[in-house]
């Protein structure tokens, strides 16, 4: 860790939290637990969930397509072991509440195995087309791994309307905790070079810039010199950018490295910039050569009451608990379990929820972190200090949003674009009264697309 | 302290619903969060939380005063304690009584207007006054308001202000020679003998009979002046370490200081004999101490940076403009309670521009 590299580009706004990746980011990716049963849940991505295609009793086999839907916006889902359905039933999802799953008992039980899989510099992502790689990346359901999961096919594909040219590489990482992605570029550099050639392949990209926030000098190093040791790579660039939350936001990252803003509520391929995360393209180079399902992923287990914090390789469907059990006796001082990193993570409250494609990281925090000892973490009135207008990444004035929800005065909520908002919590992270602010933003994005009858009551 | 705490908990189900005390459940929420941290904790994401609360966001200001504080005590002497002692008694028992019948927490906001208070008083004001004016100010400047958070006004220049109008004559004539020496007055109950506040005029009052005072006296202090305004030096150190901790935004203190030293130094280079040199006006009067303390209040300042600048630059030219254009000595405080009426509107102007911006982008 001797490079020192310091980033140029930034974005307006942002906060930093206490990174605390010194936990996990020494460890290598190991193996993860054993499973006797995985639950894979239908619905891992943004888009329409899949239908079973498997039933009770069914034999699988490890890699088998379990689920899968018509829809354009959607990806299939595959077991990650063999083994007998147990059930088509409904598990915990940390968004969509109970959400049904195919359980799967696996045939024995065995810790997943990483497969030694490197590609070497000369790689030729020549010899498949567009199509073909667009094809395979549909069917390994692969989805935005840096947490957001949105099918990476649809992404990727050549849009006539809005065509692409610059694709970014995330291996920002901003949150605080997770060291998944960092791991990935140390250890499967390789992997994730031949991943963003594919993509630029499919997509059409004449640009490509890998962005790695300078807090995380080794993968620069690494994934410089491998792209610089690859053929074809001349139109790669590394660059490191500010260390800074959240950085790793698409619309923040695209600010940052291009000096360019994706219109408020627009998406990045209207100016012609795609977005990926460098887990995912580790998934597409794994889909197009080996036409290997994404069925297990890399997972950050962290926190101060973690044993043995890591990062586990882990098959998709894993319960979030036998994870935690794994990496050491879960104690009495861990008060809330996030699926995600502390300040975009979802706080569950069922250890058998599964793990999903999208799933990057268990934080677990203490009573000390979230409230009582260091501060009150009582709500006071609004002292109008500012503060988080200074600290919002999109421009807005989340105070007044939020005043504005807590009064029900979605319109005027709506007047000053909540749905600009990326609910990126820097605002709650910094209100000195503790006010919910993001919370009370994404209650009224709730609320308003109820109103419009786009979500379900 | 675990006695402490198995006291507060014994007596705890007294002040809840129903309790027989219930009616002072503010009070003893104060003192409980005064010893032990709430046991309340996160909700939602983000699980964790930037440790700056508004606890100690106000207890910033009050660390930030004791500079001028303890050059108080030095030039004014020990009357200045009592004066700190009253403000804080009469302020505190209307923020008490509001809290009880809102059934409300007591907010910690009272803490630096209690303290900023007698800071802008001149030191040998009646006491009484003293209270009265805090008491004024707390109650029709913020708690008719609805309380910390939604007052339009200063609440410590609104009590300043109505002393002003009310008791004008007390309050342009209590002045006091400061202390010198080693000990300064710091033993004396000073302002007890009328003849203290004789031959004490103030340096802007002075200017304006064309005596201009040395600047390395209006900078370390020794001149006389209200409480905690007159020395230079401890307003800035204080001040500073406000910006360090970004409790007070850079933006509206570099905008007041900023447009002052512009026009009154196009006031001095147009005509140097009527108006006095900048550096000389910077030191001088209150505001430094406006400027610090007073205009960066974040309640009654606008919450966006631009409107900050504004902000900044209305308080810091009609500062300029009363003191030499219009028959007071001093205008800083006018000043702010004008800048903070247009707070409001700054922000508006500024989110509206944004918003129109937005929503032709499509």
């Not at chain 1, 699926?339 to 599964?354: C, H, R, S, V």
Request: charged share 20%; hydrophobic share 45%; net charge positive.
């Amino acid at each position: 860790m001797e490079v020192r590299v310091k980033g140029r580009f930034s974005f307006r706004g942002g906060v930093h939290p206490p990174e605390k990746k010194g936990l996990s980011c020494e460890s290598s990716i190991q193996a993860g637990p054993a499973v006797k049963e995985v639950a894979i849940l239908l619905s891992q991505h943004i888009g329409a969930a899949c239908r079973p295609l498997v039933e009770k009793g069914a034999e699988v086999q490890a890699g088998q397509k379990i689920g899968d839907c018509d829809a354009f916006v959607s990806a299939p889902v595959h077991s990650p072991v063999a083994g007998k359905v147990k059930e088509v039933g409904l598990r915990s999802h940390a968004v969509l509440g109970r959400s049904p799953a195919v359980v799967i008992q696996a045939e024995v039980e065995a810790q997943p195995t990483r497969p030694s899989w490197e590609v070497n510099g000369d790689f030729d992502e020549g010899k498949y087309s567009s199509e073909q790689i667009c094809e395979a990346v549909r069917e390994a359901g692969i989805v935005g791994m840096g947490g957001a999961g949105f099918p990476t096919r649809v992404k990727i594909e050549p849009n006539p309307r809005m065509p692409k040219e610059t694709m970014i590489i995330n291996g920002c990482e901003c949150e605080p905790y997770i060291t998944c992605d960092y791991r990935m570029m140390l250890e499967r550099t390789g992997q994730i070079v031949a991943g963003v050639k594919l993509a630029r392949r499919a997509s059409g990209c004449s640009r490509v810039i890998i962005a790695i926030e300078d807090n995380k000098p080794a993968a620069i190093e690494a994934m410089s010199a491998a792209v610089r040791a690859s053929a074809k790579g001349d139109n790669i660039e590394v660059v490191a950018v500010k260390t800074k939350y959240p950085q790793g936001g698409e619309r923040q990252l695209i600010e940052a490295v291009l000096k360019k803003n994706v219109p408020t509520g627009g998406i990045p391929p209207m100016i012609g910039v795609l977005v990926l995360n460098v887990a995912t393209t580790a998934a597409i180079a794994d889909a197009v050569v080996n036409k290997r399902p994404l069925t297990h992923r890399v997972v950050t287990v962290s926190g101060e009451v973690i044993a043995r914090p890591g990062n586990y390789y882990v098959a998709i469907g894993t319960a979030v608990g036998d994870l935690m059990e794994f990496c050491g006796p879960v104690t009495q001082k861990s008060a809330k379990v996030v699926l995600g990193g502390p300040m975009m993570g979802l706080a569950i409250a069922d250890l058998q929820m599964p793990i999903t494609k999208a799933s990057g990281a268990i934080t677990v925090l203490t009573k000390g972190q979230i409230g009582r000892a260091k501060f009150a973490r009582r709500q006071t009135a609004c002292i109008r200090c500012g503060r988080c207008l200074e600290v919002c990444p999109e421009n807005l004035n989340p105070t007044r949003i939020a005043h504005a929800v807590k009064s029900n005065l979605l319109d005027l909520a709506e007047s000053y674009y909540i749905n600009a908002c990326t609910e990126c919590g820097c605002c709650s992270y910094v209100c000195p009264a503790n006010i919910e602010v993001t919370g009370y933003i994404k209650t009224g994005k709730i609320f308003l697309a109820r109103q419009k009858k786009k979500m379900p009551q | 302290m675990k006695g402490l705490l198995k006291v507060f908990e014994a007596i705890r189900p007294s002040f809840e619903q129903g309790g027989k005390l219930r009616v002072f459940k503010p009070v003893f929420e104060a003192l409980d969060e005064a010893f032990f941290a709430p046991s309340a904790t996160t909700v939602t994401a983000p699980h964790v939380r930037d440790p700056l609360d508004v606890k100690r966001f106000m207890a910033m200001v009050v660390i930030a005063l004791f500079p001028c504080v303890l050059a108080a005590f030095y030039f004014f002497g020990l009357r200045f304690a009592v004066m700190i002692l009253v403000s804080y008694a009469a302020g505190g028992a209307v923020e008490v009584v509001f809290a009880m019948v809102r059934k409300e927490n007591i907010n910690e906001g009272f803490l630096v207007t209690g303290m900023l208070f007698p800071l802008i008083l001149p030191p040998t004001l009646p006491l009484w006054m003293v209270g009265l004016g805090v008491a004024f100010g707390v109650f029709i400047g913020k708690e008719l308001f609805g309380g910390t958070g939604r007052n339009v006004f200063n609440p410590a220049l609104v009590g300043r202000c109505f002393l002003a109008l009310a008791y004008p004559a007390k309050m342009s004539a209590s002045w006091l020679g400061p202390g010198n020496g080693l000990t300064g007055r710091l033993f004396e109950y000073a302002g007890a003998s009328a003849v203290d506040s004789l031959s004490s005029a103030t340096p802007l009052a002075m200017a304006k009979q064309g005596q201009f005072i040395g600047l390395r006296e209006m900078f370390l202090g020794n001149i006389s002046g209200s409480a905690g305004e007159t020395s230079a030096i401890a307003i800035i150190l204080g001040g500073v370490f406000l910006l360090l901790t970004r409790v007070a935004s850079w933006r509206t203190v570099a905008s007041i200081l900023g447009s002052f030293v512009l026009l009154a130094g196009a006031l001095h280079y147009a005509q140097p004999g009527t108006f006095g040199p900048v550096l000389w006006h910077l030191c001088a009067g209150g505001l430094l101490f406006g400027a610090f303390f007073m205009a960066t209040d974040p309640v009654t300042s606008p919450i966006t940076n631009t409107g900050k600048w504004f902000y900044g630059i209305i308080i810091g030219s009609v500062t300029v403009l009363i003191r030499n254009f219009t028959g007071y000595v001093e205008g800083v405080t006018f000043a702010i309670l004008l800048g903070n009426i247009v707070a409001p509107i700054l922000d508006e102007i500024v989110v509206g521009v944004r918003i129109r911006r937005l929503r032709s982008e499509g």
